[in-house]
């Protein structure tokens, strides 16, 4: 089946640093997957950050980035410079638009970013 | 306005208890899903609906059944709690391929 892999179970960072958070994924059905990142900042629930469905193409979204590379089959997060207010948790996820359930999405396990000042 | 809500937020069961964990959506969206989340691992999806009056069994459905009697209101029943159902549980809408969350309900069975 589909799966998603983010290897960084927490990440910390200083404040105005840059911050990378990786992704790859693996879609059995479809070459190419829609593409998301969600955050879950605390006390609430999770909420879509940026998406990409064209391989290839960036997403962009309160200052971060990712790129939907099919070759590595990667979709890292990316920020130049983070903010205390970033700290969250980050999800990667994939929808395979061969599914037979509209929207069901893959997750990875997440990626808890702590931003300190 | 949160569009997805959940009650309750919290909850402590026992073992072996009837649970119920409500979800309601202002999203006038015609999908709906329960995942759960456990400490290190992503979300998974136990059931899902795609009208009232109408459930669907998602990747893990066992000890689990749900109930979508409006379009705007769907639940998730557990009728006999067992510690392995120790998670975050999500529920979310869904138009198309962006589903909109509500805030998690922590149930704890002891």
């Known amino acids: 089946g589909d799966s998603v892999t983010q290897t960084e179970g927490q990440v910390t960072v200083s404040e105005s640093k840059s911050l990378i958070i990786n992704c790859t994924y693996s879609a059995t059905s479809i070459a190419y997957p829609n593409l998301f990142w969600y955050v879950r900042y605390p006390g609430e629930g999770l909420q879509l950050l940026l998406k990409v469905i064209t391989a290839g193409q960036k997403g962009s979204s309160r200052g971060f980035e990712a790129t939907y590379n099919k070759e590595t089959t990667s979709f890292h997060l990316q920020k130049a410079s983070v903010q205390e207010s970033d700290s969250a948790v980050y999800y990667c996820?994939?929808?395979?638009?061969?599914?037979?359930?509209?929207?069901?999405?893959?997750f990875g396990s997440g990626t808890r970013l702590q931003v300190y000042a | 306005e949160a569009a997805v809500t959940q009650s309750p937020r919290s909850k402590v069961a026992v073992t072996g208890g009837k649970v119920t964990l409500s979800c309601h959506q202002t999203n006038n969206h015609d999908y709906m899903y329960w995942y759960r989340q456990d400490t290190g691992h992503g979300l998974r999806l136990i059931h899902y609906?795609?009208?009232?009056?109408?459930?669907e069994k998602g990747d893990i459905p066992d000890g689990y059944k749900a109930s979508r009697p409006s379009q705007e209101n769907f639940s998730l029943i557990l009728e006999l709690a067992s510690l392995s159902q120790t998670a975050v549980y999500f529920c979310a809408s869904s138009d198309s391929y962006e589903q909109y969350f509500g805030p998690g309900t922590r149930l704890t069975v002891l």
């Open positions: 609906s795609y009208v009232a009056d109408s459930t």
């Open positions: 996820a994939l929808s395979d638009r061969g599914t037979q359930v509209v929207g069901q999405l893959t």
